[in-house]
């Protein structure tokens, strides 16, 4: 215990020493939990939309005051023709084309039916799709006010409806930072879990340090415990930071859990990617090396974990790969503890796999690396 003291000791003193290195344990992560969630969001809004009115009537208009009224959608342009507003699609002037037809008015009033024509830029798969439904909603509510509007109700029976109240739980308000901050929070700990615990390391390497610790009585698990339990300490401090710092103080978000189990999951899971930061430096012989093969990683965790995209909706063999993600358990665990409130047992699943996680990637470090007495 005093040779693991002496070493800790002497991996806390060099890390405070580093000017450079403490601005991006601290002061990075929190800026990025300010930027990020302001600019990771699901709504799609201001869609550019160029409209082609050959009606020019009441009816078209009011149709175009609803649509831009509706604050999904702004105007792009006023089109003469069809092709004028394909250019501006081509552009990137504009996202979707909406082409009123001639006698548009006259077709409702007369045939009780009238139709539009719309065009969708679909490079941006997702916005084309929320952009052409939102455009319909709005289209189909405009078209039930029309019908209020020009049949009477005294001439028909009353007819049946079916009325849905929602009730939005563990988020009422649908604030998407609610949703994406946690999730953001367990990258960011990540990265700097598996980043700075990999280069650490190497860094030893590349300064000769390393060899001299190797040849001197200081055991193996001494020296790699030295290494991974200081920045288990920091990514600790940061996701407090995170969570009560910016979480709560910035956007309002207050865990509904137990804090006690989120720091349990969050100590084992440090030890998870620790682990995997320590195999990246068995590996790896310099820092940019490290930096390739973690940053390799890091895009599998975050396409693969569920922040952006939901795991259910990945192909089958990327929900095999989800399966063996510690992102994954880690973002799930934080939304169902912060927002939900769901206790051990709800999560104990999670535990389970980050732990056997955890127990393989520091087996498989631990083995690899070599200490010649």
Known sequence: MRTLKFLLQKEFRQIFRNRSLLPM???????????????ADYEVKNINIAVIDHDRSGCSRQLIQTITASGYFKLASYSPSFPVAMADIEKDKADLALEIPAHFEKALVTEHEGQLFLAVNAINGTKAALGGAYLAQIIAAYNNELRLKWISPQRFPPQPGIALVANNRFNPFLNYRFFMVPGILVLLVTMIGAYMCALNIVKEKEAGTIEQINVTPVKKFHFILGKLIPFWVIGIIIFTIGLFGVGRLVYGIVPQGSILLLYSFLGLYLVAVLGLGLLISTYAATQQQAMSVAFFFMMIFLLMSGLFTSVDSMPAWAQLLAGINPVTYFIDVMRMVVLKGSGFRDVQKHFLATGA???????WAVFNYRKTA
């Open 25 to 39: 344990l601290f002061a990075l992560p929190v800026i990025q939990l300010l930027v990020l969630p302001l600019a």
């Open 357 to 363: 996680f955890a127990v393989l990637i520091n087996c």
